[in-house]
């Protein structure tokens, strides 16, 4: 039934396999038809592997998934950064869709370790550059709380996917907001770890800004995922005291909480943000935290340009340098014209701007190790506002001819002022969670709050670098005071 497969997290569809009340393959089985059902609508997996994975479930009794504590549990893959040895890798690209990796990712090595069964890959935007999901290969992935909205990005997939009861948790990643924006929009948890928590595969790009984790239904989910990814289950028993799932279970003692109302990157915070932000500063007021009203007094025009600059090296890289990945020479054709203007900025400015941006990145960094230690953790906007529709970010006509004729004429004049502009249309929505990708800091998206549309508006705190313990004490406190597992949006019936 499906109101059983959603009734329960990850943690409790693998007790439910251990204790013999389910099976691996009727999980599989329920997920795929899931996938099936949902995915017309909402574009969120790109890639099956169904068959294998029934195979693996099917020897599941004699271990064929291992005994790790989420044996059993369905899982997708992002379909970016982290290759699965033997599928296809598009990274939302016409040039990469046909590369096949040899070895899987050390996220993806972990998950299989954990007993989690892969069985499909998710949508991103191309190369992760946008913080929406719409890359022109496969179409725009749609929010299941309300299709003509977007899931966010890059990891709108794995959010769409969860949000829509495929899986209780998915495989994400964050460079600049791509795990807490999905989670934000489409009304999950979502943690970033802190830089190199996680190993990776592929170099981290320029500032090592990404990390991968996951976004989820549930806090202990993600706790759970984390101890595996950083190899504190392979040493302690899950929930054991120092673990990141006995953290959860751990009372949240009372914090300092440096309230930030600044927009960051983004030149407001609509009325939506506001209201999120000042209701869980109330709720967190009421819990025994101390919050208090802060202003961070960042240069966030410096720290804006810093961050796009590091975007642009990695976007060159990825790009201009596919080759050295693919074995092929990368055509202007198989980019979208967007990724591929990002890309001539990292050529002819990025390189240069490199050595400034870095060191904009350490005075940041800087500035937040100082804040945070003076407080425990900071409250601040996810997104700007509520999610945007499908296409409202999308360049315009007339933006399209003026990536075109600078793809044509790359003068640095025009790629300035082509740079400026698109930054200002994605900024003025998803320009809040890029700072703690600069720090390297770990920082959540907690589903705490809907508009009166009923979509949902996510809040964001950032703790010490390596803090995760506390960020997961004070989320399971969060959901303990405001449950949110239990909230569906129109494509997650309770009943099937």
Known sequence: MLSDYLAHDAIGLAELVRTREASARELLDMAISRAEAANPAINAIVLKDY?????????????????????????????????????????????????????????????????????????????????????????????????????????????????????????????????????????????????????????????????????????????????????????????????????????????????????????????????????????????????????????????????????????????????QITGRKPARNEFEIATWAMALVGRKLGERALPSALEEQRRISAKLTDLLSRYDVVLCATLASAPIKIGEMQPTASERLQMRAVVTMPIELLLKKLLAEAADKAFAWAGCTEVFNLSGQPAMSVPLYWNARGLPVGVQFAAREGGEATLFRLAAQLEAARPWFAKRPPLMPARS
């Open 51 to 323: 068959e294998a994975a029934r195979q693996r479930a099917s020897r599941d009794h004699a271990h064929g998934l291992g005994d790790g504590p989420l044996a059993g549990v369905p899982y997708l893959i992002k379909d970016l950064g982290a290759p699965v040895a033997g599928l296809p890798m598009s990274m939302g690209s016409r040039h990469y869709r046909h590369f096949v990796p040899r070895e899987d990712a050390p996220v993806v090595a972990l998950a299989r370790a954990a007993g989690l069964n892969i069985f499909a890959k998710t949508s991103t935007s191309e190369l992760g550059q946008m913080p929406y999901t719409e890359p022109e290969l496969f179409g725009p992935c749609r929010n299941p709380w309300s299709l003509d909205h977007t899931p966010g990005g890059s990891s709108g997939g794995a959010g769409a996917a969860v949000a829509a009861g495929i899986v209780p948790l998915a495989h994400a990643s964050d460079g600049g907001g791509s795990i807490r924006i999905p989670a934000s929009c489409c009304g999950l948890f979502g943690l970033k770890p802190s830089r190199g928590r996680i190993p990776g595969l592929y170099a981290p790009g320029a500032g090592e800004l990404a990390v991968d984790h996951a976004v989820s239904r549930s806090v202990r989910d993600s706790a759970l995922l984390l101890d595996f990814m950083t190899g504190q289950a392979q040493q302690k028993p899950p929930g054991a005291p120092g673990t990141f799932l006995g953290a959860v279970s751990e009372p949240c003692r009372p914090l300092t909480i440096a309230y930030v109302t600044e927009p960051m990157l983004a030149p407001t915070l609509s009325a939506d943000a506001r209201a999120a932000l000042d209701d869980a500063a109330k709720l967190a007021a009421s819990l025994g935290h101390h919050v208090e009203p802060v202003a961070l007094g960042i240069d966030f025009a410096a720290v804006r340009h810093a961050y796009l600059m590091l975007c642009s090296v990695t976007a060159r890289d990825m790009v201009l340098n596919a080759g």
